[in-house]
């Protein structure tokens, strides 16, 4: 069984920044493609952003060079710095473990998610 628990949402004006956390339980976690999706009320679930175990990452054109996806493999833990956000990055944020290789597809690890509210 593999665990997702995802960190540091909350309430940030635009303009602000905020950093995600997820951590899994999973001593494998090295091998895991990890991806960030959200989903805003009315809307799909839509990829955020997606790192591979090789380090090449996948990014929504929305967010491109204001959002920035990590890993740090000694940690078990994939993050999500969010800089500049707007009003429209709004949404439910969840993590996801065993993504593609080339980060198309979700994995079937889903964490519970985190709420993001940016204010205008």
């Known amino acids: 069984q593999v665990q997702l628990v995802e960190s540091g949402g909350g309430l940030v004006q635009a303009g602000g920044s905020l950093r995600l956390s997820c951590l899994v339980s999973r001593t494998t976690f090295s091998t895991f493609g990890m991806g960030w999706y959200r989903q805003a009320p009315g809307k799909q679930r839509e990829l955020v952003a997606a790192?591979?175990?090789?380090?090449?990452?996948k990014y929504a054109d929305s967010v491109k060079g204001r959002f920035t996806v990590s890993r740090d493999n000694a940690k078990n833990t994939v993050y999500l710095q969010m800089d500049s956000l707007k009003p429209e990055d709004t949404a439910v944020y969840f993590c996801?473990?065993?993504?593609?290789?080339?980060?198309?597809?979700?994995?079937?690890?889903w964490g519970q998610g985190t709420q993001v509210t940016v204010s205008s």
């Open positions: 790192i591979n175990p090789g380090r090449t990452t």
């Open positions: 996801n473990a065993g993504t593609s290789w080339d980060l198309t597809s979700p994995g079937p690890y």
